[in-house]
Structure formats: C-alpha cells, structure tokens
C-alpha cells in the first residue's frame, strides 16, 4: 500500500463517537521520516529512505518577513481568490505562499501539486481533511479558511500567523519558563479539546505547528494535509506500532506531552536519532523527563502513559494547566520578537497584480493551467434571467414564498402610500400587483415624472475601470418637494414610453426589516425606496425599475427561503443585503449559483469571496478596523491601550480583535490583548485593573452591552482614558447598560450620518421631508448603492442590447460610483477598492451618537 492509500483508523474505546480524521501537515511518507505498510489490517511503520532536506510546509507558518522568497517564473501570481505574494516553504505534495485574499487579508496557501493533485486517493483525503476541518471552530486554532478540492487546481488557504514556531522559539531563546510552558499546554489543550468535541483527531502536534502571538499560541497543521501522522518523536505507542490500539485523542494528548516536554527542556522526551530509533523508543521505552521542571513533570507524565486510556483527555489538561494568559504570558526577549514580526509589514499586492485570467484550471506549480494557461469558463446567464424584452407573464405574483412567511414591511407599504398621494399630476404609473395578496412578490415601482429636461450624457473616461460619475455628492438632492434628487442626467431618446412592452427590471431587497437588526435593515430599505423612486421619476431609463423587499427577521431559515425566492424571480437583476454577518453563510451560495449579483452594505467582510461568487462589498472590511483605532489612538495620543476580545461576540470579534493589536504601529503603541467572555466577566475587577496598570486606552471588540457595563464600571474607578468601541458595540443596550454620561466613549462605525455629513446633508433633509424622521445606518449607502445597480443596469443594456445578471455582475465589478456617503468600488471578486473612508467616528453624547468625521489614512 502507498504513503498515499492508507484507511482511517478506529478510535479506541471511550471515545467511539470520535472520527480519527487525517492529519495536516506535510511530509509523511519519506519526508518526515515515517511510512506505512499494510498487512493483515493493521498499520505498521518502518524507518523511511533519507529525506531530502527540503521544508515541510506548514500552514500559516514562516520564519518572519526576511525568510521569505521571491516567486519564481513558475509560480501562479493567483489562485482561486488569492493572490499569491511570496514562498513560505516547500514539501512533497506541494508548496505553501504566503497569499493575500481579495479582501486584503494575510493567508498561508497551500497549493497541491499536479502530480498529488489528480491521484484520487490523496485528492480524496485532502477533500476529507478540509470538509472536517471546517466544522471545527476554536480561538487557538487555525483551521482552513478557504479551499478548492474539486477543481483543477487544489488549494487550501489558512489564516496567516506572523508569530514564530515554538521550534523557532526554543532554537532561537532556549527552554521556556515553566509559567508560559504552562500557559502554552493550557490553551493548546483547549484547542485539541475543540477538535475532538467535533469527532475528529488532529495527529499531528509539533512544535513546528504551533506558532506564537502576544496573546497565546495558535494551533496550526489542521485539515488539509492529505497525510496520516506526525514526525517520529511526537507520536504515541499506538501510532508507533499499531496494532489492536486504534489512534484516537489519546494520541494528540500524548504528543502533547511531547512538546511541552520539549518545551520546558529544549529537547524531545525520547532523545534525538534515526525516525527508526526514536519510533522505537516511542513504543518500548519510558520518556526522559528528568529535565522538566517539577511543577509540570506529573501532568506531562500523565500525557506520556504508554496505556492510552490512562490518559487525561484534553479537556482535563485545560482546566489542570488554565493559568491567567496576557501579553505577559512570553520571557521578555521572546516577547519582542513576537511584537517586532507582527510589527513587520507584510508584502503587499502590486497596483498591476494579475488577475483571474493568469491563473485558469489545473494550474499550480509545474502543472497546466498556470501563467498563459487556459482561462475559466465565461459566466453564462443566470437560470431565471433573460434577454432585455417584454416580462413573461406580466408582473409579480408568481410561486408562494414559503407559505407566506415573507411579507411587505409597514413601512414600505406606509412609503408608497405615502409617495402615490404625492405624485404630480399627470404622473402615470405602471399598474401594481396586489403586494398583499398570498403568493405574490412585494413589489414598488414609481411612476414617471413628466417635463423632466434632457441632457446629454458626460464623457466617460477610458481606462481599466470606468467611472461611473454622476451628478452626486452634496449637490445631489437639488429638487424639493417629495424628496426627489437629480442624481441621473435623462438623454435625449434614451427614454421609452412606460407601459406593455417595456421589461420591468427589480432591485431585491433581503433584509433584517423586523428583527435584531432592524434599525439598520430598514434604514437600507428607505433609502433603496428613494433612489428607486428618483429613478422612475426621472424617466431615462429603458426599462421599468421595481423593488422586491423580502423580511428575513434576521433568521436563518427565513434568510435561506428568501434568497431561493429572489433568486427565482426573473425580474430580480441584483439584490441589496443581507443586513447581517449570521445569514450570509446560507444565502451566499444561493446568489452564486444565480449569479445574482449581492451588494452587501452591512455585513463585515470577513466572509471569503471564494465561497460567495456574486458577493459586492460596498464597505472596507471590518478588519481595517485596527488601522482606523490606530488613527483614533494617535490623535488622543494614547499609548498603552489594552484590546478586549470578547468571546461572546464570536469569531468575528476575535477577528477584529487581532487585526487591532497586530496592525498597531509598536513605535507608537504599547498593545497588548486580552481575551474574556463578557458573560462571566467582573467589569468591577477589571475595570480597576486597568485603572492601576496605567492603560491609557481601551479598545472593545464585542457586543454594546458589554460596552456600556465597561464603561459605567471604568467611570467609577476613575478611568481616565480612552474609550474606543467597533460597530458591533453601537446600540441602545450600551446607554442602557453605561448610564448615558454627558461625555463617553468613541466607536468606528462603516455608515455616515446625513444629519452632520457635509456630503451626504443634503440627502439627509431629503429623507426627513418624506418620511418626517432622520435617516437610519445605511440609509444614505442604499442609495448610493441602488444608483450604482440602475447606472450599471442601464449601460449594459446600452452596450450590449440586452440585461442578463451574469453579464451585470461583470460590469459592477468594473464600476466605479461617487456616491453621497463614499465612492464605491469593487475588485474582481466583489471586494470593496474604493477610495472612501476607512470608517466613521461617533461619540456618545448625551444618550446619543454624535458624528464626529470620517476616518481616513
């Protein structure tokens, strides 16, 4: 049998529900010293011919910024939505890059080589390796963040680390104290615990798969590997031998104790030597641990009992080792250079990257599809779009959407009321559906106004991407009256007699209208009403402009069965939403295999284009949140800040807590993050905590309760400092929670406020004289947004004589839009290029959120 063709193992007893699962890392086989054989059902190994010295890759590894290398020739400059920027290491079934995400973030790619590539057996189990790692969700560990195990080119894409290997570590620094020994044996083992709550083994703890950050080590070398076992040295007497013992979490235990043993003392338990010698070792002698310091020798034996059911489970080894964690946690030298690497700047994209056409199928390292290689399949029209022409069957009122569940919003109804008694006489309108009646789609359209002039159309520019520069800014809003604006030139013959025989042409709406995220969902609901009103009324366009809004309530079945109905609707050309980060995981697949295009205004960015085709971020990621706090710091001149990482927010707190601390100039800053549950939490304790320790800014990443009960706690310890909180810490439970002091806290926020924009005011006054109240969050963006959709609509059908959403998404990813709140921008995954702001600055006050500007490097 093949290094390549081995069987999963069974687990042992006690842990029946446990899938042994494949191990990342590479180098199994001959590169790390160990293969298998088969006979009579067991897995035995032998010593394994001598390696070739080349590095084995690792996920999200590498030895700092000057360690890197140059791509070669050979190398693709892309693959799937990475662009690949430097090499990080090499191995036998492929080569690791350091890449960057088409939104900007850091990535360790794995690209597989063609010749493992397309040999079943490994393709399977990598596909194995990456499905099961991606249930697996834990702080510590650093899982696959994106991956293509079907195509032609296979990949696997982790989140980069800049902290050292404890390999790197102990080589460099030497044995590390037993309290960060300790620290470092807790948190991994809280991680392992994660991975085998979720049935599956890691099997490959090394300390070359664990790196360290400031504020603890991160696990990697999980899912995506395509091989068994870790190197000889690290592995269990059943993994050694084989045998009647079937390899289960036991074994990452055991190697656990392996490398805290190699931790504390700089060497492994079982000495150096041939792999012969030391799998050997591993199966028939006891570890030297004479060595390791006193207070860790009884846990790190229990680790290494040669009985694996004697063992404690990694849950156990958390709570035994679970001291307090800090930026403290590391020796002083070792500390630094963690800082300096995360202080380093990474290599970044050029202006002139190449794009999705230099890296077609099949491509990778020395295989076909590479740099002139074939490019991809065009995009074809979407299953429900059609040719510009008259609407099939008239109107909306096709298919119930799950039993009725989606309903038209009050206030959309309150708004086209509201509208229909303001028309100007002589106006005429499209006929509307009945939007209450079960089974029908809601749906606005606005009528045409009469007498509007023309003019003729501004000169476009050429170049790679072509502006779409219309009357707008703070000038947009001219007209009085119903809150109309002349934000569209109308020219002469561009405009077709309403009525049969004009296609009708839907902007979608799928958005939180009723639930926790209400106040932003309806505020993008208003402001796609009134640019969609503009538009009808300015009459230039070649088609009737409708609306479909749908309600997801900020559920996920509800979110799920709404993007299948606008999905379904042929007249739906794009769709704004969702409001929410929780529902985009089950609708984005849906618009992608549409290719509806989906312009997100709200949601973070964090998700990865590749997984969502069709996905138009209209906002900077919410990681550039640390370069916006680290703007905010600088101006209060705030030196020692402190970043709270708030579990209870999950992933994407912890995401934006790290994209803080590590994008903090270290010249300029003295950060340090600390992780805690808001939950559980004692404000009081640690609030005077950061009082005495002289923190001179605090940086929240979590929810607005949280917020609020940390500042009221910090006020009354006397706190002196900055305040600083993301956009998930905005909300009425945050005065709720703080007291509403006169003068608080500042938050960054991705949404302007027409009241005080000198931009966006005139649209501002626009929305309170139709609907008598100021704007919402992303009321002003839905307009920008919907004036982006209806130009693009209306240039494609201009140039090339029809309207599918495939050939629409391709031109909005091309776009460009000087809007009233930012200019909006899009590479060509959808992320979002443009020239705005990085965010908004609010402070509290009062009760309220004051605007206080925009903030920009």
Not at 78 to 100: D, I, K, P, Q, T
Not at 416 to 429: I, K, L, V
Not at 456 to 481: E, K
Not at 768 to 787: C, K, L, Q, S, V
Request: charged share 20%; with cysteine.
């Amino acid at each position: 049998m093949s290094p390549d063709a081995r069987e999963h193992s069974r687990c042992p007893p006690g842990h029946a529900k446990v899938r042994c699962g494949t191990v990342p890392g590479e180098g199994n086989g001959g590169g790390n010293g160990a293969t298998t054989e088969g006979g009579s059902g067991r897995e035995r190994f032998r010593a394994a011919p001598p390696t070739t010295g080349e590095e084995p890759p690792r996920a999200g590894r590498h030895g700092g910024v000057d360690t890197m290398r140059e791509l070669t020739p050979a190398d693709p400059r892309r693959v799937g939505s990475h662009l690949l920027l430097r090499r990080l290491g090499e191995g036998r079934s492929g080569v690791v890059y350091l890449a960057c995400s088409l939104r900007g973030e850091p990535a360790a790619l794995k690209l597989i080589r063609p010749a493992y590539a397309f040999d079943p057996a490994f393709r399977a189990r990598f596909a194995a390796d990456v499905a099961s790692a991606r249930h697996v969700r834990a702080r510590r560990l650093v899982t696959v963040a994106a991956a293509d195990t079907a195509g032609g080119t296979v990949w696997a894409a982790y989140p980069y680390v800049a902290g050292p290997t404890l390999e790197e570590a102990v080589a460099g620094h030497g044995p590390l104290p037993p309290r960060t020994v300790g620290a470092l044996g807790a948190l991994l083992a809280e991680a392992l615990a994660a991975v085998h709550a979720g049935g599956l083994c890691h099997r490959d703890v090394r300390p070359g798969h664990v790196q360290l950050t400031l504020d603890g080590p991160r696990l990697t070398g999980f899912g995506g590997s395509g091989t068994r076992i870790g190197p000889p040295g690290f592995l269990s007497p059943e993994q050694a031998v084989g045998g009647a013992i079937p390899v289960g979490p036991p074994s990452d235990v055991f190697a656990l104790g392996c490398l805290l043993a190699y931790a504390a003392t700089g060497r492994g338990p079982f000495g150096d030597g041939t792999p012969r010698e030391l799998l050997r070792r591993a199966a028939f002698e006891p570890p030297e641990l004479a060595d390791v310091p006193r207070g860790l020798l009884e846990v790190v034996g229990a680790c290494l009992h040669r009985d694996p059911l004697l063992r404690p489970s990694a849950r156990d080894l958390a709570r035994e080792l679970a001291p307090p964690v800090g930026t403290g946690w590391l020796p002083g030298p070792l500390a630094r250079e963690v800082a300096a690497r995360y202080a380093a700047p990474l290599p970044r994209p050029a202006s002139h990257e190449p794009t999705g056409a230099d890296q077609g199928p099949g491509g990778g390292p020395g295989g076909p599809g590479g740099p002139g290689g074939p490019a991809g399949p065009a995009l074809e029209p979407a299953g429900g779009a059609r040719a510009l022409g008259p609407p099939a069957g008239g109107g909306a009122g096709r298919g119930e959407l799950s039993g009725g569940r989606h309903r038209e919003s009050r206030e959309h109804r309150d708004s086209r009321e509201h509208r229909d008694s303001r028309e100007e006489p002589g106006a005429t309108a499209p006929a509307h559906a009945s939007e209450n009646a079960p089974g029908t789609h809601p749906r606005t359209t606005s009528a045409h106004s009469q007498g509007v002039p023309a003019h003729p159309a501004p000169p476009v520019r050429p170049g790679r991407r072509r502006a779409l520069r219309l009357l707008g800014g703070a000038g947009a809003l001219a007209l009085a009256g119903a809150g109309a604006g002349l934000l569209t030139r109308a020219r002469p013959g561009a405009e077709a007699p309403a009525g049969a025989g004009r296609r009708v042409c839907a902007i979608g709406l799928h958005a939180d209208l009723s639930g926790p995220h209400a106040t932003a969902g309806n505020g993008q609901q208003r402001g796609l009403n009134m640019a969609v009103d503009e538009l009808n009324r300015l009459g230039n366009l070649p088609f009737d402009l409708a609306v479909r809004s749908l309600d997801d309530a900020g559920d996920r079945t509800l979110a799920a069965d709404a993007a299948r109905a606008l999905a379904a609707d042929p007249e739906v050309m794009a769709v704004l939403g969702p409001t929410d980060d929780a529902v985009l995981p089950v609708v984005g697949e849906t618009y992608g295999r549409a290719e509806l295009p989906l312009l997100a205004l709200s949601v973070t960015g964090t998700a990865d284009g590749g997984q969502h085709p069709s996905l138009l971020l209209a906002r900077p990621p919410a990681t550039l949140a640390g370069i916006a706090a680290g703007e905010v710091l600088a101006a209060h001149a705030a030196r020692r800040v402190v970043v709270l990482d708030d579990r209870a927010a999950g992933e994407d707190g912890g995401r934006i807590a790290r994209a803080v601390n590590g994008s903090l100039d270290r010249e300029r800053f003295a950060p340090r993050t600390r992780e805690l549950d808001s939950a559980d939490v004692d404000f009081t304790a640690l609030a005077a905590e950061l009082t005495g320790d002289g923190t001179e800014a605090v940086v929240w990443c979590g929810h607005a309760e949280g917020a609020g009960r940390l500042s009221r706690a910090l006020r009354t310890t006397g706190f002196a400092g900055l305040g600083l909180g993301t956009e998930r810490a905005i909300g009425p439970e945050y005065f709720l929670r703080s007291g509403q002091p006169p003068e608080d806290w500042y938050f960054l926020a991705a949404y302007t406020d027409p009241r005080s924009d000198p931009r966006a005011r005139t649209f501002g006054q626009a929305h309170r004289e139709r609907f008598g109240w100021d704007p919402e969050p992303y009321a002003a963006e839905a307009y920008d947004a919907t004036h982006l959709l209806v130009t693009a609509m209306r240039e494609t059908v201009e140039h090339r004589g029809g309207l599918t959403r495939g050939v629409l998404l391709d031109r909005l990813r091309t776009s460009e839009y000087r809007g009233v709140a930012r200019e909006l921008a899009f590479d060509d995954t959808g992320a979002y290029a443009g020239a705005g702001p990085l965010a908004y600055l609010y402070r509290a006050h009062h009760g309220q959120l004051r605007f206080e500007g925009p903030v920009s490097v």
